[in-house]
């Protein structure tokens, strides 16, 4: 059974860093790809960034490119969203994915699992 738990997300003031991180089981996330997400009150599900299965190429969403970073690591089974430059509408639950299938492109969809989503708050 693939299980994926974020964690990491608090309370910050604008111009701040958090870093999320979510931890596969169930899967090797060597050969798959991930993604991070969010939503936030009233609003539909949004992008925000995917890395492929190899780790070497990577998506953003247009509101967080330049600004927060993708990356996992094999050996821990983790994806990381390291996010800088913290704005008040960055506000919402960010909830970790992964790919459908193994080594494919990366990609803003094909997702089949998800996390139950942690929270990133950000007064102005």
């Known amino acids: 059974q693939v299980q994926l738990v974020e964690s990491g997300g608090g309370l910050v003031q604008a111009g701040d860093s958090l870093r999320l991180s979510c931890v596969v089981s169930?899967?090797?996330?060597?050969?798959?790809?991930m993604g991070w997400f969010r939503q936030a009150p009233g609003k539909e599900r949004e992008f925000v960034a995917a890395i492929d299965w190899s780790g070497r190429s990577t998506e953003y969403g247009d509101s967080v490119k330049g600004r927060f970073t993708i990356s996992k690591d094999n050996a821990k089974n983790t994806v990381y969203l390291q996010m800088n430059s913290l704005k008040p509408e960055d506000t919402a639950v960010y909830y970790c994915?992964?790919?459908?299938?193994?080594?494919?492109?990366?990609?803003?969809?094909?997702?089949?699992?998800w996390g139950q989503g942690t929270q990133v708050t950000v007064s102005s």
């Open positions: 994915a992964t790919n459908r299938a193994p080594y494919g492109p990366v990609t803003r969809g094909n997702f089949g699992f």
């Open positions: 169930g899967r090797t996330s060597s050969t798959y790809g």
